[in-house]
């Protein structure tokens, strides 16, 4: 399959939910009990069926992070250059119809932003902008990213999804890995949370890693927004994507993020709560499905949560998070995307780290041989 959109039209929504909420204990056992799971393993591991068995799935996906990872956490920091965005989403502080002032950062704006990051030890970065391809197009992201090449062994982006020949550009000029979330996979849900702008197109998002795969891009981040529809049902469906990835672009690496909605101006509800012992349960079951995958945590979570799941599968995080342009030194009042939950600085998530005998990694590989002077 050259897309994977053909596979995902073969399955059902509700067909699928089904044989999650199906799976029996029996089920979910004979899932532990393997090495190599499939696609019915990992259902039963996101099943209600599996919620007593938690503590024997933390268990084990403790000793696999353990065995892959070594006693290690990746650091990583977002850095928002604007916050001008062309589409209505219902759960997004910088939808189009929030009357919010508009920001996107200049060259000595992300400068100044870059020199607060690296002073704080930083050597992965992440990259973020609303959707608005006028403003802060593929230009002004190629500008942004040779801007900061020199000072980062390796650059993301979460971004509009882009063109291939626009990722080949941006490979080109330095840029390191691409996270983009479907947000939700059901189809008539994904409609009624994106009714304008280019986002609003859920076939040419669902192709967004298709087109990465084909760029050559480093890794690919996948995930989707809890809230939004069943949390079960969209973590089969982007477990499905990423093993589809991992088949098809096997050169590329790739990583799950676990985004629940959080607070923001113009508020969201969601339509389908997922609780803590629900988040643990889907985190050990990404990681007993597949023991090389990075999971990512942010500071949408909680201290208290993000305390203990960093032992239990999580191999990256992010401290001191600012939701909006310019929030690290230029302009700490503008409004954010989200409202961020884990509030401490970068030294005090450094220091708990330590405190459960983690070792705290800046940088893993250097993308360039000679990145500090290219």
Partial sequence: ???????????????????????????????????????????ALLSPAAQPFIEEMAQKSQLLTKKRFGNTMQMYVPMYLSNECQNICTYCGFSMTNKIPRRTLTDAEILKEVAFLKAKGYDHILLVTGEANRTVGVEYLKNAIQLIRAQFSNITIEVQPL???????????????????????????????????????????????????????????????????????DSFFTALHLKYLQKTYWKTKYSISFPRLRPHSGGLEPKVEMTDADLVQLICAFRLFDEDIELSMSTRESELFRDHIVELGITSISAESKTNPGGYSVEPQSLEQFEISDERSTEEIVSMLKSKDLEVVWKDWEQFENASTS
């Fill in 1 to 43: 399959m050259s897309h994977f959109k053909d596979l995902f039209d073969t399955y059902n929504w509700d067909i699928t939910l089904k044989s999650i909420y199906d799976k029996t204990a029996l089920e979910v056992s004979a899932a532990l009990s393997k090495d190599k799971l499939d696609m019915e393993d990992f259902k």
């Fill in 163 to 233: 063109d291939q020949d626009e990722y080949e550009l941006l490979v080109e000029n330095g840029l390191y890995a691409v996270l983009v979330y479907q947000e939700t996979y059901h189809r008539e849900e994904y409609k009624k949370h994106h009714p304008k702008g280019r986002k609003s197109n859920f076939d040419y998002r669902l192709d967004t890693p298709d087109r990465l795969g084909k760029a050559g891009i480093h890794k690919i981040g996948l995930g989707a927004l809890f809230g939004l529809e069943d949390w079960r049902a």
